[in-house]
């Protein structure tokens, strides 16, 4: 996931090579989320967000923003917006 920023100077056939594999590394994370421990949802977690990249409105106790790693950002923002509840505003989801 880390190197589809780097390939945005490469052709139009490895970025979307890169994309599909971002995608499918996705989907994994998600089949393995239930059986997964605390530590490798931590681990999950930090492969797709920023430092800080959880924003909680601690009044309403709900997770409010998400700011993705940029390499993540384009396909999380395609899966999540399906939802209706999310909307890509700058460099998150909100």
Request: aromatic share 6%; proline share 5%.
């Amino acid at each position: 996931m880390f190197t589809l920023p780097a390939l945005l100077e490469q052709g139009t056939e490895i970025i979307r090579q890169a994309a599909l594999s971002v995608g499918e590394a996705l989907t994994e994370m998600t089949a393995s989320w239930g059986e997964a421990t605390p530590e490798e949802r931590r681990d999950i977690v930090g492969e797709l967000l920023m430092v800080e990249g959880l924003v909680y409105d601690l009044e309403r106790q709900v997770i409010v923003g998400l700011i993705p790693r940029p390499s993540v950002l384009p396909i999380l923002a395609l899966g999540i917006q399906q939802t209706g509840k999310w909307e890509q505003r700058e460099e998150g989801l909100w």
